[in-house]
């Protein structure tokens, strides 16, 4: 166990909805990123965000956006689903010191299906 | 583009073979470098990392991996695997800039056959 826990586990959405998934980052950690997991792929980074700010991004619309809250919980949001915006989307959190992120520790995901 | 790579997508071994994952990476500045692992049915998970230091980091469960910074290279190894290392191994890349994101190779499945 991580101690960083994603809500919902599954969800199914049509094309055109929106969508929020939630994370709760370890006790401790200052920083949470966002990954998307496609089938067969490795995960892609979105953003990452540390101390309420966003902190990086990935090659993602604008569709695609973030939250940091100050417990360092953490929510993403997408806007007009897309068929290929169906994945598993990961939440991990770590001690960022500096510049360095430091070592992820992800939870379990969030598979959304889009149809 | 920034990106990692690496070379093997599947790989299958027996018990006891000696296993070595390639990784490579294309930025030529400061890096901090990891390997993740993910279970069957699990999440993922940190195997080692590298900041700084000894180029060759140890890990858990006996792997081990050699940062080679003129062939921008990570290579993770273990002498002898066994059928409980069957996964999906990721090697990661963070990248120390501004924007500071870690990012991950495309993955290699490994299956040990008893």
């Known amino acids: 166990e991580t101690g960083v826990t994603q809500s919902p586990t599954h969800l199914i959405k049509t094309r055109g909805q929106q969508v929020t998934l939630r994370c709760s980052s370890q006790?401790?950690?200052?920083?949470v990123s966002w990954y998307q997991q496609a089938l067969g792929q490795g995960p892609q980074f979105i953003f990452q965000?540390?101390?309420?700010?966003?902190?990086g991004r990935g090659n993602f619309p604008p569709r695609f956006s973030g939250l940091q809250f100050p417990n360092y919980s953490s929510e993403l949001n997408v806007n007009a689903l897309e068929l290929d915006d169906s994945a598993l989307y990961l939440c991990?959190?770590?001690?960022?010191?500096?510049?360095?992120?430091?070592?992820?520790?992800f939870g379990e995901g969030s598979r959304l299906t889009v149809l | 583009a920034q990106s990692v790579s690496q070379h093997n997508h599947h790989v299958i071994l027996s018990e006891a073979a000696s296993l070595e994952l390639g990784c490579n990476y294309s930025?030529?500045?400061?890096?901090?470098l990891f390997w993740y692992v993910q279970y069957p049915g699990q999440h993922l998970q940190l195997l080692l990392k590298?900041?700084?230091?000894?180029?060759l980091v140890k890990g858990i469960k006996g792997f081990e991996a050699e940062f080679i910074k003129s062939k921008f290279s990570f290579n993770l190894r273990k002498p002898s695997v066994q059928w409980s290392d069957t996964a999906e191994y990721f090697c990661?890349?963070?990248?120390?800039?501004?924007?500071?994101?870690?990012?991950f190779g495309k993955g290699t499945r490994l299956h040990i056959l008893p």
């Open positions: 991990a959190s770590s001690f960022r010191r500096g510049t360095n992120t430091g070592e992820l520790f």
């Open positions: 006790s401790g950690h200052n920083t």
């Open positions: 965000y540390y101390r309420e700010e966003e902190n």
């Open positions: 930025y030529g500045g400061t890096v901090n």
């Open positions: 590298y900041f700084s230091g000894d180029p």
């Open positions: 990661a890349v963070n990248l120390m800039n501004r924007d500071d994101k870690i990012i």
